[in-house]
């Protein structure tokens, strides 16, 4: 089992920053792929970014490429989700994800889910 729990979510303006983490326990943090997938309200969730067990595999949604960072810390079994320049399709909730093997943008082939953190861009 793998616990996740989300934190450094808030309202922020267009244009603003913000750095989502996601501390997790329970089994060898870095044996797993992260990711984070966000759910707007009516929407189905998306996947954001997604890093390996080695920390320079990463990938990212189109919409987010180019203002969103993701990284992790093995030994503090966390991984980070570095926002900048928001916009205000960007307010979502954003959960943490984990799964065995390689990392995928597919929500459902994840195992173990954080409760989710608010993001909101205010215009």
Not at 49 to 69: L, M, P
Not at 84 to 109: F, I, M, Q, R
Request: proline content about 3%; hydrophobic content about 35%; glycine content about 10%.
């Amino acid at each position: 089992q793998v616990q996740l729990v989300e934190s450094g979510g808030g309202l922020v303006q267009t244009g603003g920053s913000l750095r989502l983490s996601c501390a997790a326990s329970g089994r060898t943090f870095s044996d797993f792929p992260m990711a984070w997938f966000r759910q707007a309200p009516g929407r189905e969730r998306e996947f954001v970014a997604a890093i390996n067990y080695n920390v320079g595999n990463t990938a990212y949604a189109d919409s987010v490429k180019g203002r969103f960072t993701i990284s992790r810390d093995n030994t503090k079994n966390t991984v980070y989700l570095q926002m900048n320049s928001l916009k205000p399709e960007d307010t979502a909730v954003y959960y943490c994800a984990a799964k065995s093997g390689w990392y995928s943008t597919v929500p459902a082939h994840y195992n173990y889910w954080g409760q989710g953190t608010q993001v909101t861009v205010s215009s």
